[in-house]
């Protein structure tokens, strides 16, 4: 079965820090550009982050960039977003998406979507 599994999300005060990581189960990562995206409650889906096959190009959105890291380790086929400084309104289901092209990733097109991992920042 094809898929991405993200994990790491969990319950963090503002100022703390998480790392998610997203697992490919049933192929390899190599081809792919990842996203990683997000969706609070009552919100459509966002962008947060993306990072090229080759893991040489990266893009943030503003409002994560300077907090936010994208990684991937393509020999694990795993994608890791390191999220520091996190703040109340970061609180969101995050996902991870597999595309062979970053235009599908701007366009909500992946090939893939993970399930989920829940982020919550509150004091």
């Known amino acids: 079965q094809l898929q991405l599994v993200e994990s790491g999300g969990g319950l963090v005060q503002p100022g703390g820090s998480l790392r998610l990581t997203c697992v490919a189960s049933g192929f390899t990562l190599d081809d792919y550009a990842i996203g990683w995206f997000r969706q609070a409650p009552g919100k459509e889906r966002e962008g947060v982050s993306c990072i090229s096959s080759g893991g040489s190009g990266t893009y943030y959105e503003d409002v994560v960039k300077g907090r936010f890291a994208i990684s991937r380790d393509n020999a694990q086929s795993t994608v890791y977003l390191q999220m520091n400084n996190l703040k109340p309104e970061d609180t969101a289901v995050y996902y991870c998406?597999?595309?062979?092209?970053?235009?599908?990733?701007?366009?909500?097109?992946?090939?893939?979507w993970g399930q989920g991992t829940q982020v919550t920042v509150s004091s």
């Open positions: 998406a597999a595309a062979k092209l970053l235009m599908k990733l701007s366009a909500y097109q992946p090939e893939y």
